[in-house]
């Protein structure tokens, strides 16, 4: 009596894993494509903007206090916000002004090395292009948020049928796709033998997502602080230079000897502090979980955010970002993410081919002959009437639309 029910339950998991895995498809092949773009993305916006590469010299950089004074007095009438350094030794300082009334925030590249500014850096940069279209499809909030991160959950339940129906998958990392049967078997084996070598990649992308999902539906936690100063009557006190920059990011230096410095922030507001940011000894965080606020007016420490201190759920929130695109291992975990964020994208597209070609095959049997074709018996295999088909072509659609808009308009 047994016998029989093994076999079903395989079937059923099966269709589970077809059903959730081929409406979701199209899309998340999509995500996949955007996730493994966004991974070199900064290394691409280097290529598109010469000017981002630096030439070295002796002596090393120059203070950030000398940066700051370089761009007042190159954009006079402008408030610096923000500033950024890499940790490569041939990468440019970004600073980034506020513009008079308002106009909204640009971008200057300045060299590190004797504070030259070399201009307004690309107003399009390659990242926020691309991260918007991944991350949000560029709706505003976490509405955007929300119409992504919702496909980790087909996401989720196919990976888990996919293991339910192929229960000892480690017995499949060398079991090469047969080229002697039908296409449909090649394809076949081709997507099983990705899916088990991605496994150790696909469940904390998905785990990642399923908790993006969770923070835009409304569980999310602040994991960045935000120490206010008294009111002032202007940004930052009128004698406030280049040398007052450098005397708090020693101060904050002195307060977190372990942290390396890559971003500082300058007020926006008149009761906003001056923040440093930078990786110290924490794992699975970013720089902007250790942070030090200065008062600019007294150069008194305000607030100190240690990535240690965090709560689990405020740890959990932080780590999401590093694990997802890959910034926990340098170049290491950078060109892992490339080539299994290519393969994720794979699987996705051979998922449909497979199917395609079932479909292909049932038409061949029929007694009148193939006279649908597959491709449209597949586009409508996506969900009731091909609802996820059409779904994911017109999320991807407008992405798409918007980012061109952006990039012709604005």
Do not use: C
């Not at 997502?209 to 100063?229: D, H």
């Not at 979980?289 to 100190?304: A, K, M, R």
């Amino acid at each position: 009596m047994t016998m029989p029910d093994r076999p079903r339950s395989r079937i059923n998991w099966h269709r589970i894993h077809s059903i959730f895995g081929l409406t979701a498809s199209l899309f998340l092949a999509f995500m996949f494509l955007t996730g493994t773009l966004l991974v070199f993305s900064h290394e691409i916006d280097r290529v598109l903007d010469s000017r981002s590469h630096i030439d070295p010299t002796p002596g090393g950089k120059v203070s950030w206090g000398r940066v700051y004074d370089a761009i007042v007095a190159d954009n006079p009438g402008r408030s610096v916000v923000r500033m950024v350094r890499s940790e490569d030794a041939s990468i440019s300082d970004l600073v980034v002004v506020l513009e008079p009334d308002s106009k909204g925030d640009r971008g200057l590249l300045v060299n590190p090395y004797n504070g030259q500014v070399l201009g307004y850096a690309n107003r399009h940069k390659f990242h926020a292009i691309m991260l918007q279209l991944h991350e949000r499809l560029f709706v505003e909030g976490r509405k955007g948020r929300l119409l992504v991160s919702v496909f980790a959950l087909p996401l989720t339940v196919a990976i888990i049928a996919g293991i339910m129906t192929y229960r000892r998958f480690w017995t499949g990392f060398f079991r090469l796709p047969r080229r002697s049967g039908s296409s449909r078997a090649f394809f076949s084996g081709l997507h099983r033998l990705i899916a088990v070598w991605s496994l150790v990649f696909f469940v904390p992308m998905a785990l990642t997502s399923l908790w993006y999902f969770a923070e835009a539906a409304g569980l999310g936690v602040q994991t960045e602080a935000n120490f206010r100063t008294e009111r002032r009557e202007t940004l930052l006190p009128d004698a406030f230079d280049g040398a007052r920059l450098d005397a708090a990011i020693q101060i904050a230096a002195e307060a977190m000897p372990s942290q390396v410095v890559s971003e500082v922030r300058l007020p926006r507001a008149k009761f906003e502090s001056i923040v440093v940011l930078g990786q110290a000894t924490a794992i699975l965080v970013t720089e902007r979980q250790n942070s030090i606020h200065i008062d600019p007016e007294t150069l008194n420490i305000v607030g100190i955010q240690r990535a240690e201190d965090l709560s689990l759920h405020q740890r959990i929130s932080a780590a999401a970002d590093p694990i997802h695109f890959g910034l926990w291992g340098g170049l290491t975990t950078k060109i892992l993410y490339t080539g299994f964020g290519i393969a994720l994208t794979a699987l996705a597209v051979f998922g449909i081919v497979i199917n395609a070609k079932r479909l292909s095959a049932m038409e061949a049997k029929r007694p009148t002959g193939p006279a649908r074709s597959a491709f449209g018996r597949t586009w409508r295999a996506m969900g009731p009437y091909g609802s996820g088909a059409w779904l994911s072509v017109g999320l991807i659609a407008w992405g798409l639309g918007n980012m061109l808009y952006i990039l012709l308009f604005t």
